[in-house]
């Protein structure tokens, strides 16, 4: 079984910025894609940002240029810097992991954006 945990959620005004961080345990695989998505009310979940164990990512258009992803492998921890936030970033954001066809979720950490 693989268990995430998500950190560093909270209410921040237009313009800032937060950092995400996603530790996770139990049976990891060397090779693992983990990530982000998120889901607002009445919205379906979306992806924010992927990186591979290797070193590959992927952005939603909606985020590129403000959101980065980045890892550490020796850790099993996986972190989303977001800059320049936006109130259309309001959303729940979860943690995930995908390795040999199955997918685990974190519980979620929520980000407002307001002012």
């Not at 992806?47 to 850790?75: P, Q």
């Not at 977001?82 to 979620?108: F, H, I, Q």
């Amino acid at each position: 079984q693989v268990q995430l945990v998500e950190s560093g959620g909270g209410l921040v005004q237009p313009g800032g910025s937060l950092r995400l961080s996603c530790a996770a345990s139990g049976t990891i695989f060397s090779d693992n894609i983990m990530g982000w998505y998120r889901q607002a009310p009445g919205k379906e979940r979306e992806l924010v940002a992927t990186m591979s164990t290797g070193g590959t990512t992927n952005y939603a258009d909606s985020v590129k240029g403000r959101f980065s992803i980045s890892r550490d492998n020796t850790k099993n921890t996986v972190y989303l810097q977001m800059n320049s936030l936006k109130p259309e970033d309001t959303a729940r954001y979860y943690c995930n992991v995908t390795m040999y066809g199955s997918r685990w979720w974190g519980p979620g950490t929520q980000v407002t954006v307001s002012s």
